[in-house]
């Protein structure tokens, strides 16, 4: 199935809102922001996709102009089932100055001999806001699918002034590769990954505030890297993925300033 999806916003006062919203199946757009005064908008993706299929080819594109504020939820785990040839996503994000963008999707869950390919391209201006993140997992532990799948690859861009300031490319092969070895999860099966940009703000007081809730999770291990720009890319390895949900969620919320309004700071 190829599908696409066209998210574009506006401002309203100082509020956020909804502009224009085209979207094929299986995709569809629900405002669930429910203080109406927020300025910020929120948005869930919603799929009546089980998961992503063989062949399925995704696009989704999401505009905001200057001075907006978005922040994109997910409906529920993105699974990629069985597959022999594969699939692919391509997600491209534009944000004009001084807007906002909040992405922390629920964890991706590859079957056995899943293949998929996303590629995604952030395009940053000046004054911007960027908080986005991932979560890969083994797969599904209970049915003893531990890295069944056949290659998981996902490229993300991110540009500044369309200058390329951050390149991921993370892509596990479990056939050519064992995930359990040296350099590669060793040992853990559960990985995420969350960059956070914005101007003018001292980055390592916030590093040093995200390593003082982090250090208090258990069975997680983590890294913080300062960027070159004003931010930091936090990695974190773990066993369970809503664990590593919740964490990035309280991540999220430490940095917008409203951690103890969204989540009581558990780990667990």
């Known amino acids: 199935m190829k599908a696409s999806l066209v998210i574009e916003v506006a401002k309203n006062g100082h509020k956020t809102v909804l502009k224009n919203s085209y979207a094929t199946p299986p995709f569809k757009v629900a405002n669930i922001t429910e203080d109406k005064q927020n300025p910020m908008l929120h948005l869930m993706l919603m799929s009546a996709s089980p998961g992503i299929l063989e062949g399925d080819d995704y696009d989704l594109r999401i505009v905001l102009p ?6 994109l939820h997910t409906q529920s785990y993105q699974r990629l089932f069985t597959m022999q040839q594969g699939a692919s996503q391509t997600m491209t994000v534009e944000l004009a100055k001084n807007s906002t963008f909040i992405y922390v ?20 201006s000046e004054g911007c806001t960027l908080i986005w993140a991932e979560i890969l997992t083994c797969g599904r532990q209970l049915n003893k699918e531990v890295f069944q799948f056949t290659k998981l690859h996902n490229h993300t861009e991110i540009y500044w002034n369309n200058k390329l300031i951050i390149k991921e490319n993370l892509l596990m092969h479990p056939s050519v590769i064992n995930p359990f070895s040296m350099g590669q999860m060793e040992g853990f099966t559960h990985q995420a990954s969350f960059i ?15 390593h003082s809730y982090l ?7 983590f890294g ?4 070159p720009l004003s931010g930091f890319v936090l990695r974190l390895l773990g066993y369970k993925a809503e664990q590593l949900y919740a964490i990035l969620h309280n991540v999220a919320a430490l940095l917008t300033s409203s951690f103890v309004e969204n989540n009581t700071g558990s780990c667990s």
């Open 224 to 227: 913080i890297s300062e960027l």
């Open 105 to 124: 999707p629920h964890p991706v869950v590859p079957h056995e001999k899943s293949s998929f390919v996303a590629k995604n391209k952030i395009y940053l």
């Open 66 to 71: 200057e001075n907006c504020a978005l922040r």
């Open 215 to 221: 250090i208090d999770c258990q069975q997680v291990d």
């Open 196 to 210: 956070f940009l914005k101007n003018n703000t001292n980055i390592k007081e916030t590093i040093e505030q995200i």
